[in-house]
């Protein structure tokens, strides 16, 4: 087969670009003009093109004589941030590579959503069949990322293609979000963290990367798949880690410090024009929010059978170890 990919040199479309090249297909990928990730596909066989994701006639050349359509490209983040910006990326970048796909009359489309979809579930279990109940939107993330779910699931009514993907927090050694926490774990340079109670899905990014190209093999179209090996909550993260590693997990901050301290740095992070490690935003999300699903869907239909959360954290903290020796 032939595929195309958006966001091909991120994290989340290397690993998929990858796992697509070893089973054979021939891949486009679309990466930015600026894009300073390109050492993510060193010796990978793919031609790369460049281009905004917004840019139709750009992906139109792409997927020129493709097959399937893979839409991983996103803006992800959390507290201060550029909304304007984020919504051009996931909304209107969503609405382009639709387009795109459509008139490119490409026989699958599959689009990495997110389970923020779903919105504040209270701590219950949930699976694809869920309506959202929180009337409002924690983030500009949660915001845009529903309302680029509500263009993909119009176009699935219409009769297009399209299969979305809506998976947990994204692990991997690679990766440039919790990536970083490991490593200064694993360093011993984390000594404290904030809301241990704080309940975490995890998925490593090659299963991921699986569970799409299955849903394009196999998936009818409009489906829905929450694509994620588990969910455990912080303090049961690092007890996982340090028993891996050795390293003694990092202690809790009590949650009015942690409150106290986003309370401050959020209007400093709004002079400066800067996204501060704590803001009220992400205390919410540490605190007030709490998202778990069940993902047995994707195992039944799709044949999904993904690492567990302990062996993917077990394989990250063994991926950084070697390579620091």
Known sequence: MKAFVTGATGFTGSHLVKALRDRGHTVTGLARPTSPNLFRLKDCQVNLIYGDVTDEEV???????????????????????????MERANVEGTRAVLNAAKASNVSKMVYCSTIGIYGDTEGNTVDETFQRTQADFSSAYDRTKYAAQQLVDRAADDGFPVVSVMPSGIFGADDPHFGPVIQNFLNGKLGVWAGGDRVTGIVHVDDLAEAM????????????????????TTREMFEILSRVSGVRPPREVPQPVVRLVGNVLDPIGRLAKWNPPLSRERVHYVYDRCVRVDSSK???????????VEQTLREIVESYQTAAN
């Open 59 to 85: 992906l139109k050349a792409g997927m020129a004589g493709v097959d399937w359509v893979f839409h991983t490209a996103a803006f992800v983040d959390l507290g201060l941030v550029d909304e304007a910006k």
């Open 298 to 308: 994707a195992r039944r239909v799709l044949g999904w059978t993904p690492r567990s």
């Open 213 to 232: 190209i299955l849903a394009a093999e196999k998936s009818v179209p409009g489906e829905h798949y929450i694509i994620s090996a588990g969910d455990l």
